[in-house]
């Protein structure tokens, strides 16, 4: 089976263990359920690509271990018998389409597709069928991976079936180390610097992987498995927002709310029980606010939360899901009070996991003190965690999904990491920047009692 027989070959020792695991995996689910009960669900992408070409090991060695011939997997005569399930949408990528039918017809894939959304389709198709379990290309840092292991129930609320995860713990460079070493064929997409593909609507190349101008290269973007970070693959889903300022005019007035509505919106959650007992003054909060108005941001939340980690963790799953971009400060370093990222950790439901590459950070900050408490500091949200780099910063900021953690205890240091954070922010897409809305101004010396008769018959 040529996909085995590449990996054997290969001398790449870390690949061979994420391929032997989920091959495990993948004839454990083939022990449990017939083939008639089991299903891939396919998209196109890097991910689900990886999985398919498993699967099609997993079965050829699954069949060998039963005596049974299934011929040579590598012959195009072959037919590969797990149904595939393929959720096309109109807002899909042309050239996702193209290469799914491809891959279809290549490998003679069993394909069934659904034009509904996942859920209604999922619910039409296990009601016709006997699919009991379905193949996912999810993988830890995914969106959807929070809480799910190897084999997963569905979630309460959706049509009962089991997911199953192979590669749930492969990372970036795992995955493209499997399609370069089996040298099968991927999405071109990819060799355009998209390194995460969703929707037309918010997917563009990865900003990290533009070539320099002074590149003699015609292609504007290095292909996707040069990034340097694979935490960093989802640097080019962004929302796309542009502003419409013409859609805030109604009846030849400009409608404040509407345009308000249109504008991106950010929470500020400051950490700290000093400030509640208000023996500090949070200066920081104000200059925040004033730096994103600046840059035509809605603040539409701000909240001073306790040195707790449920306290943090509440508040911060509240935001996150109710604004664009949450913003926290404070209870962050080595102390036992320092309880923020930990915080976020519990709101997005994932465990706080060692960090090599932010350990090195602290290390070369703190030197050989580096220990005991301090050393736990480089624990952060598996998972979930991108290091927002800047050559001014000697430790990088953390982002978590839509969330900012700022090491700020001042406004002078927080000036400064503002400064990093919109360079870094803006180069990949992260943080949308506008003029900042202005309607009118008015600036008095009186007393509202004095004023609110007057306002009246303004």
Known sequence: MEIDKAIKESD?????????????????????????????????GKDSTVLLHLLRAGYYLHMAGKNLSVGDPGDADITFPIRTIYFESPTVFPEINSFTYETASTYKLQMDIIRLDFKSGLE??????????????????????????????????????????????????????????CKVPYCSLYDLGYTSIGSIHDTVPNALLCRSKSSNSEDKFKPAYLLFDGRLERAGRTKKFVPDPSAAIANGLKNDELFLKSMPT???????????????EDQMRFTLCRKLHSIGWVISHAAVVRNDIDSVADEVERQKSMTDMVFIYGGVGPLPSDVTVAGVAKAF?????????????????????????????????????????????????????????LTATNVAELDEEWDCLIESLRSNGHLVMTESFVSKRLSTSLSDVSLSGSIIYI
């Open 124 to 181: 039409a198709l296990l009601k016709t069928t006997p699919i009991r379990a379905i193949f996912l290309g999810v993988r830890i840092g995914d969106p959807t991976a929070v809480g799910q292991e190897q084999f997963s129930p569905s979630s309460p609320g959706w049509p009962p079936f089991m997911r199953v995860n192979p590669i749930l713990d492969w990372s970036y460079r795992d995955i493209w180390a499997f399609l370069l070493t």
């Open 266 to 280: 950010a929470s500020v959650i400051a950490v700290g029980e000093q400030i509640l007992f208000g023996t500090v």
């Open 349 to 405: 439901g994932v465990r706080m996991a060692p960090d090599e590459e932010f350990e090195k950070y602290l290390r070369h900050l703190v030197g050989e003190k580096f220990t005991g408490d301090r050393n736990e500091m480089a624990q952060l949200p598996e998972g979930i965690t991108e290091l927002l780099h800047h050559e001014k910063l000697s430790v990088p900021l953390i982002k978590c999904q839509n969330v900012i953690i």
């Open 12 to 44: 790449d020792t870390r690949l061979k263990t994420k391929y032997n695991n989920a091959i495990y995996v993948i004839q454990r689910a083939l022990a449990l359920y017939s083939v008639e009960e089991v299903a891939l669900s396919f998209n196109g």
